[in-house]
């Protein structure tokens, strides 16, 4: 395996800089098991799943977690919060620019008044320990002080913040959105419900491999960072009468698929994953992905090799020939697994 067989050219001009409206009108390449290739819409998925399938999504909710500083020198810094290390979400996990020059100690600050203190590096070494300061509530100091963390190939402002937020939303924890999610919305779910299609919800915190593209020439050298994730007990059961049934789990972006594909692995419905998706994974859980397409050399689109096999290179092909937009705000592809079920659900 080498990192050369998960690159593609992408110009810069096919990376969407802004939303969609309405959010389900975004185009949506579909591949069959079969190889079979069509073009359709995400408001089309109540025509393209079937009753009985389950439909997981990851309910993580976007931080404000970029937080523009100034530091005692009077130069500029950032501070991107990863993850909370404690309950009161004080200590933090997070990137730290410019890292190099920042000392262990030093205050930054967002007009005239202290919001962080600069810690130690942790043990991977390309981020920091950091912890708030002021008796500020920390949801509402960031509120008050930060900015969506919009990824750094979106150069566009976001007018509205909540289209970096999924419309399932809920617990605020992470530094990036589940892309694949903001495609949807109330009335393609309703509709989705009449067409006899279940959802479920799994958490997982995004953490720093959404932001890192592999750097290690063997890509399986990649050190996987982990990331917080929970499966409510009734997803998994969800997930288990669905294929007794002849049924489908179909996995709303790549962070389901860790979520579920984690427990699975581990037995356990909640704690901390660094499983690594790669070409020869053993697939429990997930039959179809709904998912953006994903930037070069990332350990995402090792996944998408790994659940569709090399076809992955063609289909991204077809996308850039037709006019696919890409990443974040962009389109979204359909794929199913080649050796997922192909019967109809029973009943």
């Known amino acids: 395996m080498r990192l050369a067989d ?6 810069d001009d096919r990376i969407a800089q802004t939303p969609l409206e309405p959010r389900d009108s975004a185009r949506l390449l579909v591949a069959g098991a079969d190889g079979a290739v069509a073009h359709r819409h995400v408001r089309d998925l109540d025509e393209l799943l079937r009753p009985g399938d389950l439909l997981v999504l990851n309910e993580t909710r976007v931080i404000p977690a970029r937080l523009r500083l100034q530091r005692q020198t009077g130069g500029a810094a950032e501070v991107l919060l990863l993850e909370a290390s404690d309950p009161q979400r004080r200590h933090w996990e997070a990137l730290v620019r410019p890292g190099r ?3 262990v100690g030093e205050l930054l600050s967002h007009d005239g008044a202290p919001i962080v203190r600069i810690g130690e590096r942790t043990e991977a070494g390309d981020t920091f320990r950091v912890e ?5 509530d920390t949801l509402d100091l960031l509120a008050d002080h930060g900015e969506m963390p919009l990824p750094p190939y979106i150069t566009t402002r976001l007018a509205d913040p909540e289209r970096y937020q999924t419309v399932f939303a809920r617990e605020p924890a992470s530094a990036a959105a589940p892309t694949a999610g903001l495609h949807f919305t109330a009335d393609l779910f309703a509709r989705l419900a009449r067409a006899g299609i279940v959802t479920a919800t799994v958490e997982l915190v995004v953490g720093l491999d959404t932001f890192q593209p592999i750097t290690t020439d063997d890509p399986l050298a990649h050190p996987m960072h982990t990331e917080r994730y929970r499966v409510p007990a009734e997803t998994m059961q969800r997930c288990r009468h669905t294929a007794a049934a002849g049924g489908r789990v179909v996995a709303v972006g790549t962070t389901a698929v860790r979520a579920l594909e984690s427990a699975a692995a581990s037995g356990d419905l909640e704690g901390r994953t660094d499983l690594f998706i790669h070409r020869g994974f053993d697939w429990r859980v997930v039959d179809v992905l709904v998912t953006n397409f994903h930037l070069p050399r990332t350990t995402l689109l090792m996944m998408i090799d790994a659940f569709v096999g090399p076809s992955w290179r063609e289909l991204y ?7 696919y937009r890409f990443l974040s705000f962009g389109d979204a592809m359909l794929l199913e697994r080649p050796s997922a079920p192909t019967s109809e659900p029973a009943g």
């Open 317 to 323: 092909a077809v996308a850039l020939d037709d006019g």
């Open 6 to 11: 998960f690159d593609y050219e992408l110009p």
């Open 132 to 136: 708030l300061l002021g008796d500020a």
């Open 101 to 103: 020059k920042l000392r």
